[in-house]
């Protein structure tokens, strides 16, 4: 039988959630945590905030945003795999944060009212969901009226010759990567796949739009190696 993108994908994270952080690190050059931290001094998150962090993870994001929404907000981190949530939890625990809650589900069909949050945010993941613009959607629905939807993910680099050597990279060092270090190779060989299949910058802001984002701009990192899109939603008039 033929798995579906969906099955796909949560077998590949259930697998690789031990050696998630670690490779995200050895295969970014432990870049995507500065590309993080660049994308939240972009955000300028306002203390006593609400936020949901889709596709959370092992949970780094969500913890990011719990320290910056302070003691008076709090912090949703949902995600389809129990393993990375496993990991995610033994980070919370760990955290001095107690504004935190994670929690197993879908982000094609989120369980939140309309208008539930301040921030959304999706980091690395809207690239594995099975539909783009369903996904889009549902954080529309979930954000209140002016709020801010951000996702930082892969991307395609534009310069002549970067572009070539990214792509090579990740489709024949990565999966090798993933083999040698964490035992992996049709994991991290799938996680290339759906890199290079994810839209371009402009392409993936022309999308926000159709769903429905104002004001929607990005941020390319490390020459276009990844990218940060920001997007309000509209404000009730």
């Not at 690190?25 to 945590?33: D, G, N, P, R």
């Not at 993870?57 to 496993?86: H, K, Q, R, Y």
């Not at 999706?122 to 613009?133: A, E, K, Q, S, T």
């Not at 954080?139 to 070539?164: E, F, H």
Request: glycine share 8%; charged share 20%.
């Amino acid at each position: 039988m033929i798995e579906t993108k969906e099955e796909k994908v949560h077998n590949v994270f259930e697998k690789i959630s031990p050696s998630y952080d670690r490779m995200n690190s050895l295969i970014s050059f432990h870049l995507h945590a500065k590309w993080r931290q660049t994308t939240m001094d972009f955000m300028r998150v306002k203390a006593g905030s609400s936020a949901l962090d889709v596709c959370c993870g092992t949970a780094d994001w969500t913890l990011a945003m719990a320290e910056a929404v302070g003691v008076e907000g709090s912090v949703i981190g949902l995600d389809f795999s129990e393993n990375m949530l496993a990991v995610g939890q033994e980070k919370v625990l760990d955290s001095p944060y107690s504004n935190i809650t994670l929690m197993h589900g879908n982000a094609m069909e989120l369980p939140f009212a309309d208008d539930s949050f301040d921030y959304v945010t999706i980091g690395f993941g809207l690239r594995n969901v099975p539909d783009y613009m369903t996904v889009l959607r549902e954080m529309y629905r979930v954000l209140k009226p002016g709020g801010l939807l951000t996702c930082l993910d892969t991307s395609t680099p534009t310069i002549p010759g970067y572009n070539q050597l990214f792509f090579f990279y990740f489709r024949h060092m990565m999966p090798l990567m993933g083999k040698l270090f964490a035992k992996s190779y049709e994991e991290y060989a799938w996680l290339e796949e759906s890199t290079r299949s994810f839209p371009g910058m402009k392409k993936l802001a022309d999308m926000f739009q159709d769903a429905g984002f104002d004001h929607v701009r990005y941020v390319p990192h490390s020459g276009g190696a990844s990218a940060t899109h920001f997007g309000y939603k509209k404000k009730e008039q």
